[in-house]
Every structure is written in structure tokens, then in C-alpha cells.
T-cell receptor
């Protein structure tokens, strides 16, 4: 059972365009929703995260939109740059205690053409 | 070092052999995680340590996989009787705990295991 479903699998965007990646989750116990960015040969790195008590969070060119009733959240990358080309993973974790175990989506390979 | 360090970066072994993968977390991080990432997939949780104890090993696929963290810092993931299906990148992550807002996991670059 895949608890976090991510789409699209791959995405090609022109420089300056908007990249949008979507995720849906099933477990209503999840209360923390981060996006991780991974470059080839590197480990994932936290990009931005949101909690379900807000509907949107913006950090620079990166925005998370969150729809609690639909159990969906998305990453928007404004003014996409070639340096943004990477694999993006949405994830989710449950609250309680110190275990920050993440359940990841399958990833989206983003290519930003110059 | 400043980040999570994993060794070896690459390991090629034969089916049936025993393998150890090492993780050195960020200094002061009490929580340590192991994940497995197959080609084209997201990382899958294996095990979580808080200090020296394995607090959650629900992701270990079978009893061929075992991990230790004897002194609450460095951890070793051990795989016995390796199978071709074990081929993947094994990622280690560490984190601080007790922070109200930010549950950030810091990942190493991984150990790529290839079982021939």
C-alpha cells in the first residue's frame, strides 16, 4: 500500500516557467509534509515543509499548497532555473515522540531547459 | 566532518556474501535512520535509532538485515547472505530531536550496494 502518491513521474519545464508537482496521502495521522530535493549521487536534502494547520507556505521561489480535506499537497517552483533540475520527493511523517520517520513518494525528475 | 558520512560509497559483492555499511552521523544528533533507495524510487525506511537503541525496526525487510549503534553515534547496517534484490543505495540520516517545529533529517550521500 503506497501511502504517499506523487505525480508526475517526470517533468520538463523551460527556464523561467512554473514547475508543479503533486502529492496525495492516505494516512490522516500524518502531520508534517516536507519536500526533499536530490541531485545525482547525493542524499536528499530538505527544501521546504508544511504542517496541516496552514494552507500555504512560501520560501523564496518555492511554495507548498496544502489541501487537508482532499489530503493533497503540491510544490510550486516559480521562475524555474536549470540549477533546479533534480529529483523531488514529497514525504509525510506522523507526530508524537522523537521518531521523525518519513514516508516518501516515488519522486519526480525535474528538468529545466535553458 | 560537518555532514553525515557513509562508507563505503560503493560496494560490489557476490550473492551470499556478508556486507557491512557504516554511518557516522552529525555530531550531537541523537536520532539516526537507515533508508534504502532502489533505482527510480523514493527512499524506504528501514530502522530508527534513538541513542543506542533501535526504537523502530519495522522497515527491515527480513532477518538478514540487522543494524547496531553501540555507543550512540556511529551505526553499522549489516546484511547477511546478500541477494541480488538487495542491490540499492543505502542512505543514512540523522536528526536532532525535541525541536518543536522542524523535523529535518540530514542525509548522507549513501552507500551503493551491488550484489552480483
Amino acid at each position: 500500500q503506497q501511502q504517499v502518491k506523487q505525480s508526475p513521474q517526470s517533468l520538463i519545464v523551460q527556464k523561467g516557467g512554473i514547475s508543479i508537482i503533486n502529492c496525495a496521502y492516505e494516512n490522516t495521522a500524518f502531520d508534517y509534509f516536507p519536500w526533499y530535493q536530490q541531485f545525482p549521487g547525493k542524499g536528499p536534502a530538505l527544501l521546504i515543509a508544511i504542517r496541516p494547520d496552514v494552507s500555504e507556505k512560501k520560501e523564496g521561489r518555492f511554495t507548498i499548497s496544502f489541501n487537508k480535506s482532499a489530503k493533497q499537497f503540491s510544490l510550486h517552483i516559480m521562475d524555474s532555473q536549470p540549477g533546479d533540475s533534480a529529483t523531488y520527493f514529497c514525504a509525510a511523517s506522523r507526530g508524537g515522540g522523537s521518531n521523525y520517520k518519513l514516508t516518501f513518494g516515488k519522486g519526480t525528475l525535474l528538468t529545466v531547459n535553458p | 566532518g560537518a555532514g553525515v558520512s557513509q562508507t563505503p560509497s560503493n560496494k560490489v559483492t557476490e550473492k551470499g556474501k556478508y556486507v557491512e555499511l557504516r554511518c557516522d552521523p552529525i555530531s550531537g544528533h541523537t536520532a539516526l535512520y537507515w533508508y534504502r533507495q532502489s533505482l527510480g524510487q523514493g527512499p524506504e525506511f528501514l530502522i530508527y535509532f534513538q541513542g543506542t537503541g533501535a526504537a523502530d525496526d519495522s522497515g527491515l525487510p527480513n532477518d538478514r538485515f540487522f543494524a547496531v549503534r553501540p555507543e550512540g553515534s556511529v551505526s553499522t547496517l549489516k546484511i547477511q547472505r546478500t541477494e541480488r534484490g538487495d542491490s540499492a543505495v543505502y542512505l543514512c540520516a540523522s536528526s536532532l530531536t525535541g525541536l518543536a517545529g522542524r523535523r529535518e533529517l540530514f542525509f548522507g550521500e549513501g552507500s551503493r550496494l551491488t550484489v552480483l
